[in-house]
């Protein structure tokens, strides 16, 4: 497994944190685990992810399907400020 860690920013927390526990099927049957998420202190607005992969492009090919890019979009995602690191232990 490799690790990847995602940061970005949402339109609203809230909105978006409800969306993201909404999708976890989406997540599951992709093989990807969360491992933590959640938000800064002084801004809501910017997430931070880290999940379990079984390969560096798992979350990349997931993303790529529309029916996820139109979840991420109504959940109010900033695409254009996501930050991807992938990781090993």
């Not at 497994?1 to 609203?12: A, G, L, S």
């Not at 685990?33 to 979350?59: C, F, R």
């Not at 529309?66 to 990781?87: F, I």
């Amino acid at each position: 497994m490799v690790k990847v860690i995602m940061n970005f920013e949402v339109e609203d927390w809230d909105k978006w944190h409800t969306a993201f526990l909404a999708n976890s099927k989406m997540r599951e049957e992709n093989d990807i685990k969360e491992i933590y998420v959640g938000h800064e202190l002084e801004n809501k607005n910017k997430v931070h992810v880290i999940y379990d992969t079984p390969a560096p492009d798992t979350i990349q090919k997931m993303m790529q399907k529309p029916e996820v890019q139109e979840v991420m979009k109504n959940a109010g995602n900033k695409v254009e400020t996501m930050v991807v690191a992938t990781c090993t232990d």
